[in-house]
């Protein structure tokens, strides 16, 4: 069977790949909204981030010999550390000044990050073996399915939801979104707000790290693998809008469904179309798909 | 008596590198020419950030788009040099009017990611573009004939039409900051509510500033690509956007001379790195200094978390600021 003179299956596996794109692009522009809500900036670092998760996990693998499950969570927490470090000693001085200075620290800081790993690992990037248990594959009857990609679909959404119900169901997420609205007033009620700052701050970015141990046997584990993600990643925001953290899990995973139809029927627009996309949302609405004018 | 120390400056700056091919030996022609090439990119910019407060990240698709068509028409249409570079210039506007449209719908950090990615689209279609040669770019770009019979395959010849085309930049840009257009630029900069409710078709203004800023960049990255004989994706990356943020920065966002200071740092930096990592491994005994050279993109970074954190007034800011403090009313925009 085909549709539009692609055969289904081939339909299907583009389809599958989009999707677990989108789950990258869902996770990533879910820690960039989490860090904005809080720090008002924008974490340009989040790619190195990502970039640093893997590494973490590859190094973990072949250094300590530690597997690709205990990575999972150790790897966020490790790049999380350092993220920690960097708002204490860095970012928290900025917070006074226009949110463009964090934009461009943050930028500096990647240039560093991922110019170290350059200098460290050079550009050829390191394999990841696909975990044990998640490789091969399963026949669905309709489709084949490589095991480790429906893997990475179903952690992402798992982790994107758990996020989603943190902030937005449990007294945690309630001082977050208070501490978004109006942190003076949240201090005077006795929340420590410059430690939950800290602490979004090491969270978004462990989210990062997350995606990026996930992305390890997937994609090369390479020191330029965030920073071209990244800037499309700013592109599902843009479009998205910051404001809602559904939004962003819904733009981030439609958008990747939208890329992988557009390498099936018309392969030389699947690196712009997200960009497209943009401009005519920009066009149309310029606050964002779910975004509240400020 | 009010002393403009950007004028003092301007003119004692010019007249420097009107003689500056008398020292040919020491400072390449070639190395100043790039200079300056930068040096009015990054004054193209600044009017942009430091003078209506717009962060503006994809400006190296003007610089870029620019040098390919530049290029393109010259070396593929058989273009003469000045039509070619006009070309260019056109095309960087035209973008320019396309990215500003659309960005000026957002502000702040919305618009400095809105630029980055449209940036980061025209580096795609450069990427798989035919007439800009993909990975390999356009080479061999002759410089041709200046209006027919200036030979600008000579060095000093080229200098100067450069020098001249930086001069006109430049001297554009200075006018546009000190005309009631650049003063309400600056209401802009400073408050935009404020001028929206003084009647001022805020949006319109923003676009035209961007537009302006866009050509130059434009004009830039053509007289570069005739310089160099080359462009490339280089010129369209998104480290040349960051990179043109760098020199404003770290040479003073919104003042006159700061980006012409600041590019000229940047661009000898990254050209005398290697040396000096040499010379520090060898006065210091830490051989590792010496890798200083591979490792441009660390030091840039660097550089730009040390200008954010400690010195966000810039090179000629903190100058301006100092001399300021000894009595002299110098005014630095």
């Known amino acids: 069977m085909e549709i539009f003179g692609v055969p289904l299956n081939a339909l299907y596996a583009q389809l599958l790949l989009g999707l677990m794109n989108g789950s990258f692009y869902a996770i990533l522009s879910l820690g960039l909204a989490v860090i904005f809500g809080m720090l008002n900036i924008i974490n340009f670092t989040h790619g190195a981030q990502y970039m640093m998760g893997a590494f973490v996990a590859w190094v973990l693998l072949s250094r300590f010999g530690v597997n690709y499950w205990l990575a999972l969570v150790l790897s966020p927490l490790i790049v999380a550390a350092v993220g920690i470090v960097i708002e204490r000693t860095m970012l928290k001085r900025l917070y006074h000044l226009d949110h463009l200075y964090g934009l461009l620290l943050t930028f500096g800081l990647a240039l560093v990050i991922e110019g170290l790993f350059r200098v460290q690992y050079g550009i050829s990037g390191e394999a990841y073996p696909v975990p044990e248990a998640l490789t091969g594959g399963t026949d669905l009857g309709f489709m084949f399915l490589p095991n480790y990609r429906g893997w990475v679909v179903v952690a992402s959404l798992v982790v994107c939801f758990a996020t989603w119900y943190i902030i937005e169901r449990t007294k945690l997420g309630s001082y977050l979104r208070a501490g978004t609205e109006n942190p003076k007033l949240l201090q005077a009620f006795g929340i420590n707000v410059p430690l939950m700052i800290t602490l979004t701050y090491g969270f978004g970015v462990a989210l990062a790290a997350f995606a990026g141990v996930l992305a390890a046997p997937i994609f090369q584990v390479n020191p330029l693998m965030g920073s071209n993600l990244i800037i499309v990643v700013f592109a599902v925001v843009v479009i998205g809008g910051m404001g809602s953290i559904l939004g962003s899990i819904v733009t981030g995973l439609g958008l990747g469904l939208v890329e992988a139809l557009t390498r099936v029927y018309y392969p030389e627009a699947s690196a712009v179309v997200i960009f497209v996309i943009m401009a005519v949302v920009l066009l149309l609405r310029p606050a964002g798909l779910f975004g509240r004018e400020s | ?333």
């Not at chain 2, 930068?38 to 717009?54: H, R, V």
């Not at chain 2, 320019?96 to 980055?116: D, E, K, N």
């Not at chain 2, 798989?128 to 019979?149: C, N, S, V, Y």
């Not at chain 2, 005994?285 to 050279?293: F, M």
Request: aromatic share 10%.
């Open chain 2, 1 to 333: 008596m009010k002393i403009s120390g950007n004028l003092i400056a301007s003119f004692v700056l010019f007249g420097l590198l009107l003689l500056a091919p008398l020292a040919r030996e020491a400072i390449y022609p070639v190395f100043l020419m790039k200079v300056m090439c930068f040096a009015l990119f990054a004054s193209a910019f600044n009017l942009l950030l430091g003078y209506t407060g717009l962060l503006s990240f994809g400006h190296a698709a003007f610089l870029g788009a620019a040098g390919y068509v530049t290029g393109y028409t010259i070396k593929a249409l058989g273009f003469p040099t000045e039509l070619g570079l006009m070309a260019g210039t056109v095309t960087a506007g035209l973008l320019g009017f396309i990215f500003g449209s659309l960005a000026i719908r957002r502000s702040g950090i919305y618009f400095a990611m809105i630029t980055l990615a449209l940036a980061q689209m025209v580096f795609f279609l450069a990427l798989q573009m035919k007439f800009t040669g993909g990975e390999d770019g356009l080479q061999g770009i002759p410089r041709g004939k200046l209006l027919g019979f200036i030979d600008l395959r000579d060095d000093i010849n080229l200098y100067y039409f450069v020098l001249a085309i930086f001069g006109g930049g430049f001297w554009l840009i200075y006018r546009t900051i000190h005309s009631p257009f650049g003063q309400v630029l600056k209401a802009i900069r400073e408050n935009e509510p404020r001028a929206v409710s003084l009647g001022y078709d805020v949006s319109k203004y923003k676009l035209v500033a961007f537009v302006i800023s866009a050509a130059l960049s434009g004009l830039a990255g053509s007289t570069k690509s005739v310089v160099l004989q080359l462009a490339s994706l280089t010129d369209v990356h998104w480290h040349m956007s960051g990179s043109v943020v760098l020199m404003t920065l770290l040479g003073g966002v919104g003042t006159v001379l700061g980006p012409v200071v600041g590019a000229a740092t940047v661009i000898g930096l990254e050209n005398k790195l290697g040396d000096l990592g040499n010379w520090l491994a060898g006065a210091t005994g830490i051989n590792a200094l010496s890798t200083i050279g591979e490792a441009v993109t660390i030091v840039t970074g660097l550089i730009f978390v040390v200008c954010v954190l400690t010195f966000r007034r810039g090179i000629v800011g903190e100058l301006a600021a100092l001399v300021k403090r000894s009595g002299v009313n110098v005014k630095s925009e």
